[in-house]
């Protein structure tokens, strides 16, 4: 089954740090494009971060540029994100997704608040 | 960032009766080579996203087929021909033709 499997997230305080993880099954991870997609409660969705299929090339969403970085590991079928200096507008359920331009499985979501 | 607008945001509809969403994108969504990276997606409540349309008009596998996705350009629409009580949820339109991908505010369906 093909399937990603997203954790990693918890209550933070503002300024803290968070590394999400989610782990890929069923599917030859290494051949795809994988990115971020995050949802603020009650709010739509929005784009977090891309990554390629060799981790070469890597696109951020300008709201989070500089604070937060994507990686992936395909030895370990696994895709990454440190979020580092995270504010309140942060706060959301963060899905990994594969393939950016038609996201076709999602993880189930981890949430992530952001409260002092 | 190209923006995406649908209409309505709120969508009652009586069971067995067809709805239809509209999603504008700010500038055209071909891209390079050719495709048209205009998905729709549904999220029930408590559920992550789901594809049901990719490329302006291909239905997921297991997706019913009262649900149906046209258009070109920077106009398209999402079509369910008789609404069943399942289909309540929010639906996204989102572009991945342009980085970074976008999507719409989304449209709620609902039973009236």
């Known amino acids: 089954e093909v399937q990603l499997v997203d954790s990693g997230g918890g209550l933070v305080q503002p300024g803290g740090s968070l590394r999400l993880s989610c782990a890929a099954s069923?599917?030859?991870?290494?051949?795809?494009?994988m990115t971020w997609v995050r949802q603020a409660p009650e709010k739509g969705l929005e784009w977090v971060s891309y990554?390629?299929?060799?981790?070469?090339?890597?696109y951020y969403a300008d709201s989070v540029k500089g604070r937060f970085t994507i990686s992936r590991d395909n030895a370990k079928n696994s895709l990454y994100l440190q979020m580092n200096s995270l504010r309140a507008e942060d706060t959301a359920v963060y899905y990994c997704?594969?393939?950016?331009?038609?996201?076709?499985?999602w993880g189930q979501g981890t949430t992530v608040t952001v409260s002092s | 960032d190209v923006v995406m607008t649908q209409s309505p945001l709120s969508l009652p509809v009586t069971l067995g009766q067809p709805a239809s969403i509209s999603c504008r994108s700010s500038?055209?969504?071909?891209?390079?080579?050719?495709?048209?990276?205009l998905n729709w997606f549904q999220q029930r409540p408590g559920q992550s996203p789901r594809r049901l349309i990719y490329?302006?008009?291909n239905r997921d596998s297991g997706v019913p087929d009262r649900f149906s996705g046209s258009g070109s350009g920077t106009d398209f629409t999402l079509k369910i021909s008789r609404v069943e009580a399942e289909d309540v949820a929010v639906y996204y339109c989102?572009?991945?033709?342009?980085?970074?991908?976008?999507f719409g505010q989304g449209t709620k369906v609902e039973i009236k």
């Open positions: 997704a594969r393939d950016p331009r038609g996201p076709d499985v």
């Open positions: 069923g599917f030859s991870f290494s051949s795809y494009e």
């Open positions: 990554i390629s299929p060799s981790g070469s090339t890597i």
């Open positions: 500038q055209s969504l071909v891209y390079s080579d050719g495709n048209t990276y």
């Open positions: 490329k302006v008009s």
């Open positions: 989102m572009q991945g033709t342009h980085w970074p991908g976008t």
